[in-house]
């Protein structure tokens, strides 16, 4: 139909004119699918306001004069037969990966920099590499203290102005670089965390629930993209969607097209951006049930940060 890398998450469509769909019928599932399907991904363009009705009867005029398979200018086109991204780049490559300056620069300063209390981290911790070598790969965890689950950037932020007084608050740049560091000590650790308690258990359950919880404009859930029944291992547009095992081992990552290292918690915001959610703040407790959960899927993944991705 002549687009530029089209997706397969939704049906192939090509040929939707001979059909035998009427016009009422095509214009109300565009309207909204939910009528035809509660866990359809396509997105309610009528019922949320995102085209008029005028649209969706213009894009009904146009799906009526599809008849014949759609023609691909190349195999990348074709996203039946486009390949898999595949990352090669070396990661921990300081020349490839510019997150690796915080390792070997900014958090090696921060570390040994006294805060205000008078403390620095090295007080307490002459040797990370040794004390943290397998840390970060049990994070997150159920806290008692809390009440929530605690991740290792909201651990930083805690622990660093309780013990240091430095306000190295979530996503800033120097509790991304120490977050950032603290996985790096544990690079090659299997990510395994502990779900054994009951408050663990239900943390896990109410990330589970996030997770097929659509919302947005776009009514989309993470589910919806990463699971291997729905959007997982296809394309919407020239963007591939993995599945949820393989999406947790190398966060914090540094993003090539943002210029920036995004942690996990970032990631979550984004997502809910991209789909017209509104974001919460890093610390939100459901951050924290949903990256329990998914720790979970990603449990004997070994760790391998900071990652590198577009």
């Known amino acids: 139909m002549g687009g530029d890398l089209p997706g397969n998450v939704g049906p192939d469509l090509s040929e939707i004119g001979k059909a035998g769909r009427d016009d009422e019928w095509l214009f109300n599932y565009i309207y909204d699918a939910r009528v035809y399907n509660p866990e359809t991904v396509m997105p309610p363009w009528g019922t949320h306001g995102l085209l008029s009705d005028s649209e969706i009867g213009d894009i009904v005029a146009f799906l009526k004069t599809l008849a014949k398979p759609a023609p691909f200018k190349s195999a990348l086109d074709d996203p039946t037969r486009r390949p898999p991204p595949s990352e090669q780049r070396d990661n921990l490559d300081p020349m490839i990966n510019p997150a690796m300056w915080a390792i070997e620069e900014r958090a090696p300063a921060l570390w040994n920099a006294a805060g205000p209390a008078g403390a620095a981290c090295v007080s307490c911790h002459a040797t990370p590499e040794q004390a943290f070598k397998t840390w970060a790969a049990t994070m997150p965890r159920w806290e008692p203290r809390l009440g929530k689950v605690l991740g290792v950037e909201e651990f930083v932020a805690r622990h660093a102005k309780a013990t240091t007084g430095q306000d190295w608050l979530m996503e800033s740049e120097e509790n991304i670089a120490l977050s950032t560091y603290l996985r790096y000590v544990a690079n090659g650790a299997p990510i395994i965390v502990d779900l054994d308690s009951a408050p663990a258990k239900a943390a896990y359950e109410r990330g589970e629930a996030l997770s097929s919880r659509k919302i947005g404009a776009l009514n989309f859930s993470c589910a919806d993209c990463h699971s291997a029944d729905k959007g997982a291992q296809k394309w919407i547009r020239g963007q591939w969607l993995g599945e949820l095992r393989g999406q947790l081992d190398h966060f914090p ?24 959610a509104d974001d919460l703040p890093p610390d939100a407790s459901e951050y924290g049930d949903l990256e329990l959960y998914l720790a979970a899927q990603n449990a004997g993944q070994k760790l391998s940060v900071p990652g590198i991705r577009h």
């Open 253 to 276: 990552t540094w993003r090539t097209s943002q210029q920036s290292t995004w942690d996990i918690r970032k990631r979550f915001q984004w997502c809910q951006v991209a789909i017209w």
